[in-house]
């Protein structure tokens, strides 16, 4: 079984920086893509970003695309999501995830999830 847990989020003003990290249980972690997904209150959750099982591809939203960077450690069991310049619609619960296959976009599949943990940005 594998878990999941990220941590690193909090309140930050707007413009401020956070740091995501998930940490992944299990031997096989760097054989798979990972991807990072946000849901704000009543919306529908959305990709954030992807990385492949190596480091060497990632991919973006376009509404996160040159604040956010998506990086991992296979060392250390960890993809980590350095978000910058952050802005209040930013606010969400953003969870990592385990792609089933290699494909680390938007519709993965993804079939590992972690709790979730949340960003919030005050104006």
């Known amino acids: 079984q594998v878990q999941l847990v990220e941590s690193g989020g909090g309140l930050v003003q707007a413009g401020g920086s956070l740091r995501l990290s998930c940490a992944a249980s299990g031997r096989t972690f760097s054989s798979y893509s990972m991807g990072w997904f946000r849901q704000a209150p009543g919306k529908e959750r959305e990709f954030v970003a992807g990385?492949?099982?190596?480091?060497?591809?990632?991919a973006y939203a376009d509404s996160v695309k040159g604040r956010c960077i998506i990086s991992r450690d296979n060392a250390k069991n960890t993809v980590y999501l350095q978000m910058n310049s952050l802005k209040p619609e930013d606010t969400a619960v953003y969870s990592c995830?385990?792609?089933?296959?290699?494909?680390?976009?938007?519709?993965?599949?993804?079939?590992?999830w972690g709790q979730g943990t949340q960003v919030t940005v005050s104006s």
């Open positions: 990385i492949n099982w190596c480091g060497g591809r990632t």
């Open positions: 995830a385990r792609a089933r296959d290699t494909d680390f976009g938007p519709y993965g599949p993804y079939d590992y």
